[in-house]
């Protein structure tokens, strides 16, 4: 996984509150047993005037210039704003995938689906979480402002404004850990083999019938 | 020793290690494996040279891609050459690892979260996983069961573990006994209307009260189902006789001696009476009328009485612009009411509501009346080969086809839409699966979620009616 260390950032709002992974990545794309490769997909339905379908040529396919990441503004947007209980849904990773594929590196909303919120940090794709209100004047600030660019900062916690405003955020102490160093979770897991034998020697006798 | 709720009980008995921060290594009993979520975690495993730790915790079927036409062909009969892929992957990495696979051709072939109950792979106590947000059904049985993206699929299969931090517990109480034709469906519509699609996240719900004591394993399993649709990763309701005759007799139920024990153990798996809950959500059974999305999210839910709403009576800007959206999307004005909506098809199936319960429901309401004239396609699918069976053994088949529906083969189908049952751009659906999200159906597809009885009296009517009208 790539390590999340600090990210300055072109900064894109989507401004829909309850944005699911349906949306974020159609199913029909799901179909791909490949981990890249999503990033054109990535909010078809809403990016493109047609009807998306893999191995279509997406370069050629009419845009939908309602769309916000369409806007030529935030072409090469790598922080995505958005509004609260982003990711609802399903548990796809490959929501994550397209997300990450297409250049972002940080998100910004008031809360996230519990699944989609626990994949990001697989895949060096860093959820934060500041207040309503906080969000609310980032959206204000960066469509006031083309070129609108924060800067996060995993290490310190922080996500600071061009004027200089700065705000901290909550992760983890595991979870950063991880993504700071771009850790292999399963290495990390099997380091604990013995705990885990130990585990199912003990389970073994009080739960017999889980082990048949 | 402090009171323990059943999900506490279901935490502690399955950690292995807890980091200073409160991250717990979490062991995992069983895992159940599909097309869609795993072949990325397979090519991980086989780049690092891994192996499965423990090949009898799973269990693996192709349910998404398949189609729900005849199976005669096997993968074969797949058009969709990408489609065709992922199955053919799934079984090839099953066969590469030795892991157990009830292929397309199978009887026991099925929607996941209905072949583990179904098969007594799903069991109390367990802690059970799925790369499939919908896994909170198994919850149903006492278990702590929740959905897993693509890495952590990968990182079960490794470790048999994962990495996890505890949830904040809710009760949700629903005391009171239901109207007649009112079902788990309509009390997970219900209660997704009361405390909103984010009401639940970052909690594990338990599902507790007199109504929910009341219901069948198949209600609690259509119930714990929808948790997710809450926000909630996990689902559960408390053990009772009812989980306990339910798992008897099943092929990977416990037998001999190891039923006696394993039972004594199950029914520990209840809240203590003075458990702690770090929030508490009631409803009145008896109050809860036949639920029908109006929306495009499960938490714009009414009454089959009721009226779209208007935004300008919405609580707040993002709501009233969410609503708005939603209406146009719907192609609904606001104020009109709920009976007056006239459907184009009408699907029953899902991993809500595919189950035999389910199909007798829709059935009772069907037999003897025909599918109405603007029903472009009326679609049973059944939720696994199994439940098929049972169904055509009491004849649902023929009441469903002489009524005009299409009766199918086992399949995630036409809930998601990945295989080749969809919505055209515009078409509206009665149907009984649980999400309505845009396009989740077929792009530009409109969706209405309700219970299985409702979806057969919306077929039969042609507009949402009032089931306890009509039965």
């Given at each position: 996984m790539r390590?999340?260390?600090?990210?300055?950032g072109?900064?894109?709002?989507l401004?829909?509150a309850?944005?699911?992974?349906?949306?974020?990545i159609?199913?029909?794309?799901?179909k791909?047993i490949?981990?890249?490769g999503?990033?054109?997909n990535?909010?078809?339905?809403w990016?493109y005037?047609d009807?998306?379908?893999?191995?279509?040529?997406?370069?050629?396919r009419?845009?939908?210039?309602?769309?916000v990441l369409?806007q030529?503004r935030y072409?090469?947007?790598?922080?995505?704003?958005?509004?609260e209980?982003?990711?609802?849904?399903?548990?796809?990773?490959h929501?994550?995938?397209?997300?990450?594929d297409y250049?972002?590196?940080?998100?910004?909303?008031p809360?996230?689906?519990?699944i989609?919120y626990?994949?990001?940090?697989?895949?060096?794709?860093?959820?934060i979480?500041?207040p309503?209100?906080?969000?609310?004047?980032l959206?204000?600030e960066?469509?006031?402002a083309?070129?609108y660019?924060?800067?996060?900062d995993?290490a310190?916690q922080?996500?600071?404004?061009?004027?200089?405003a700065v705000?901290?955020?909550?992760?983890?102490?595991?979870?950063?850990?991880r993504?700071l160093n771009g850790?292999?979770?399963?290495?990390?897991?099997?380091q604990?083999?013995?705990k885990?034998?130990?585990y199912?020697?003990r389970?073994?006798l009080e739960?017999?019938?889980?082990?048949v | 020793?402090?009171?323990?709720s059943?999900y506490?009980?279901?935490?502690?008995a399955?950690v292995?290690q807890e980091?200073s921060?409160?991250?717990?290594l979490?062991?995992?009993?069983?895992?159940?494996?599909?097309e869609?979520t795993s072949p990325?975690?397979f090519?991980?495993?086989?780049?690092?040279?891994?192996?499965?730790w423990?090949?009898?915790?799973?269990?693996?079927?192709?349910?998404h891609n398949?189609?729900?036409t005849a199976?005669?062909?096997?993968n074969a009969?797949?058009v969709?050459?990408?489609?065709r892929t992922?199955?053919?992957?799934?079984?090839?990495n099953c066969?590469?690892?030795?892991i157990?696979?009830?292929?397309?051709d199978?009887?026991?072939?099925?929607?996941?979260?209905?072949?583990?109950p179904?098969?007594?792979?799903?069991?109390?106590g367990?802690?059970?996983?799925c790369?499939?947000?919908?896994?909170s059904t198994h919850?149903?049985?006492?278990?702590?069961?929740?959905?897993i993206?693509?890495?952590e699929?990968?990182?079960?299969l490794?470790?048999?573990?994962l990495?996890m931090?505890?949830a904040?517990?809710m009760?949700v109480l629903?005391?009171g006994?239901?109207?007649p034709?009112i079902?788990?469906k309509?009390?997970?519509?219900a209660v997704?209307g009361?405390?909103?699609?984010?009401?639940?996240?970052?909690y594990?719900i338990e599902f507790?009260g007199?109504a929910?004591?009341?219901?069948?394993?198949?209600?609690r399993?259509t119930?714990?189902?929808?948790?997710?649709?809450?926000?909630?990763?996990?689902?559960?309701v408390?053990v009772d006789d009812k989980?306990v005759?339910?798992?008897?007799g099943r092929?990977y139920?416990?037998?001999?001696?190891?039923w006696?024990q394993a039972?004594a153990?199950?029914?520990t798996?209840?809240?203590d009476a003075d458990?702690?809950?770090?929030?508490?959500v009631?409803l009145?059974?008896a109050?809860?009328?036949?639920?029908?999305?109006?929306g495009?999210?499960?938490e714009m839910?009414l009454?089959?009485?009721?009226?779209v709403p208007?935004?300008k009576?919405a609580?707040n800007?993002?709501?009233?612009?969410?609503w708005?959206?939603?209406?146009?999307?719907?192609?609904l004005s606001?104020n009109m009411?709920?009976?007056e909506?006239d459907?184009d098809?009408v699907f029953?199936g899902?991993c809500?509501?595919?189950?035999i319960e389910d199909l007798?429901?829709?059935?009772a309401?069907?037999?003897?009346r025909s599918?109405?004239?603007n029903?472009r396609l009326a679609?049973?699918?059944p939720?696994?080969?199994l439940?098929?069976q049972q169904a055509?053994a009491?004849g649902?088949d023929?009441?469903?086809r002489?009524?005009?529906?299409?009766?199918?083969?086992?399949?995630?189908?036409?809930?998601?839409?990945?295989?080749a049952d969809?919505?055209?751009p515009g078409e509206r659906?009665?149907?009984?699966s649980n999400?309505?999200f845009?396009g989740?159906?077929?792009?530009?597809g409109?969706t209405h979620?309700?219970?299985p009885?409702?979806?057969?009296?919306?077929?039969?009517f042609g507009?949402f009616?009032?089931?306890r009208?009509?039965m």
């Open positions: 390590p999340f260390t600090r990210v300055e072109l900064v894109a709002p401004d829909r309850n944005v699911d992974t349906d949306a974020i159609p199913k029909q794309f799901l791909s490949k981990r890249t999503f990033g054109p990535a909010f078809d339905e990016r005037l009807r998306g379908e893999p191995g279509m040529d997406n370069g050629a009419p845009l939908n210039p309602d769309f369409n030529a072409q090469g947007a790598s922080v995505l704003l958005a509004r209980n982003f990711g609802c849904g399903s548990s796809r990773e929501a994550p995938w397209a997300l990450e250049g972002f590196r940080a998100l910004i909303a809360s996230y689906a519990d989609f626990n994949n990001c940090f697989k895949n060096g794709l860093l959820p979480m500041l309503a209100e906080i969000v609310d004047r959206f204000q960066t469509l006031a083309p070129g660019k924060l800067v996060v995993l310190a922080t996500v600071t404004t061009p004027n200089g705000f901290v955020f909550d992760v983890d102490a595991e979870r950063k850990n993504l850790l292999d979770d399963i290495s990390l897991t099997l604990h083999t013995g885990i034998q130990a199912e020697a389970r073994k739960a017999p019938w889980l082990f | 020793m402090q009171p323990r059943l506490d009980k279901l935490w502690d399955h292995v980091e921060d409160g991250t717990a979490l062991y995992i009993d069983r895992q159940l494996v599909h869609v990325q975690a090519e991980g495993l086989k780049l690092a040279d891994r192996k499965p423990r090949l009898d915790t799973l269990l693996a079927t192709p349910d398949v189609p729900t199976r005669t062909a096997g009969g797949i969709d050459p990408i489609s992922q199955v053919e992957t799934l079984d090839a066969a590469d690892f030795g157990t696979e009830f292929k397309i199978d009887l026991r072939q099925g929607i996941v979260h209905v072949i583990g179904e098969q007594g792979f799903t069991q109390p367990m802690t059970l996983v790369g499939d947000s919908h896994t919850g149903a049985f006492g278990a702590l069961a929740f959905g993206g693509t890495s699929v990968e990182h079960v490794a470790t048999q573990c990495w931090k505890k904040r517990a009760q629903v005391d006994a239901l109207s034709g079902t788990a309509d009390i997970a519509l997704i009361q405390i909103g699609t984010a009401g639940g996240t970052g594990a507790a007199s929910i004591r009341a219901l069948s394993m198949e209600g399993m119930l714990c189902n929808m948790a997710i649709e809450a926000g909630a990763r996990a689902g559960m408390a989980t005759a339910y798992m008897r092929p139920s416990p037998a001999g001696a190891l006696d039972v153990y199950w029914r798996l209840v809240s458990a702690r809950f770090d929030s508490v009631r009145d059974a109050a809860i009328k036949p639920q029908v999305t109006w495009t999210s499960p839910v009454p089959v009485d009721g009226c208007d935004p009576d609580p800007p993002v709501k009233k612009s969410d708005e959206r939603a209406l146009l999307y719907m192609g606001a009411p709920i009976s909506i459907v098809k029953i899902s809500t509501n595919s189950r007798r429901e829709a059935a309401v069907v037999k003897g599918v109405a004239s029903i679609l049973v699918v939720g696994s080969g439940v098929k055509e009491e649902l023929k009441i469903f002489a009524a005009g529906f299409e009766w199918r083969e086992p399949g995630c189908s036409m809930c998601l839409a990945m295989n969809r919505l055209e659906c009665a149907s009984t999400r309505n845009e989740r159906q077929g792009q530009g409109r979620l309700v219970s009885a409702m979806a057969a009296a919306a077929a039969v507009h009616v009032d089931i009208e009509v």
